[in-house]
């Protein structure tokens, strides 16, 4: 995850505010103001006097830029800098960073060579951009390939331990967790959006399922749900496959009664099924195709609801190539 810093040169206190309320990771102020923002917030400061600046012209920059990355130089190119160049540099050198004056080049940046460069420098003139260039550099994982699933059973199961995750973010309509019995079929349980005549929304919970269920997590890994804590990131997942992070504020794991939802998808290879356990409650939802959550209580079979397919086979959470087969 490429890390993002504010260039607050010439010092203006009301954007060095609005660099620190958005979240980025550092800012880089005039030397004699270094102490002085220190003082403002837990973020790294930096002297401007530390970046080495390069401005990419000729094959000698890109040289330049190189030796003094290998040296453990802090290097930062100009804005106006071109994909080719920057594709050489990242093939020889990493800890590079590039100045970046709207969102359109942090996306562009973000990407170069899938993996992009290791870090951003936001210019004064796209301040009124930094909250979203936070936002989607920061937060987003991506965006995942989801399946329309067909209910094939629900059914009670008697009573187990369920993990609800409350996080520190507010989640919208059509958002929520990929949780289920094996990481290769997950099923997107809705965040409690929804107010309903006996209980308030929640909209930073999702009861996500039964302590044994895989959750899928940024970095592609999985966890248990029971091996969630506090100040854990979560992966959020929208219907339209968009993902973001959150932060776990609380874990409530308590004894409820539970529910079996089977689903199947039909893929051109066959079809695919998988499971989860989750609490019987009206409260509780599964989301459909088109972001509408429903309740585990008046799921049908033959309903369509929204599930990722992946391939099985995980060792404390990382991928790995394995035989394996999850019920």
């Excluded at 870090?119 to 951009?129: C, F, H, K, R, S």
Aim: with cysteine.
């Amino acid at each position: 995850m490429q890390k993002i810093y504010f260039l607050a040169v010439p010092f203006d206190k009301n954007l060095v505010t609005l660099a620190l309320e958005s979240g980025v990771d550092g800012l880089i102020v005039e030397d004699e103001r270094v102490e002085s923002v220190r003082q403002l917030g837990r973020t790294e400061v930096l002297p401007v006097s530390s970046l080495t600046t390069v401005c990419l012209e000729s094959k000698a920059d890109e040289e330049h830029a190189v030796a003094c990355l290998r040296s453990g130089g802090k290097v930062v190119l100009r804005a106006g800098w071109e994909i080719i160049p920057v594709e050489n540099i990242l093939a020889q050198a990493d800890k590079l960073g590039v100045e970046v004056a709207s969102l359109d080049q942090a996306r562009l940046a973000a990407g170069i060579l899938e993996h992009g460069v290791d870090w951003l420098l936001v210019l004064p003139q796209a301040a009124t951009e930094l909250k979203s260039i936070v936002a989607e550099i920061k937060l987003s994982q991506g965006v995942y390939e989801l399946s329309r699933a067909v209910v094939t059973e629900v059914r009670p199961v008697g009573l187990g331990h369920r993990v609800c995750v409350d996080t520190l973010s507010m989640l919208r309509k059509g958002q929520g967790m990929l949780v289920g019995n094996g990481s290769a079929f997950t099923f997107l349980v809705h965040a409690e959006t929804e107010n309903n005549p006996y209980v308030a929304a929640r909209p930073f919970r999702v009861n996500a399922g039964a302590v044994h269920a895989y959750a899928i997590m940024p970095g592609d890994r999985t966890n248990y749900l029971q091996e969630l804590s506090s100040g854990d990131e979560v992966l959020v997942v929208g219907h339209d496959g968009r993902t973001s992070l959150a932060t776990i504020g609380r874990v409530k794991v308590e004894v409820r009664p539970m529910l079996l939802v089977r689903a199947r998808v039909d893929t051109p290879e066959g079809p695919r099924e998988g499971a989860v356990f989750l609490q019987n409650a009206e409260t509780i939802r599964l989301t459909r195709p088109g972001g509408e959550p429903v309740s585990v209580v008046s799921l049908r079979e033959g309903d369509e609801i929204l599930v990722r397919l992946d391939t099985a086979g995980r060792h404390f959470g990382m991928r790995i190539s394995e035989d394996i087969k999850e019920a």
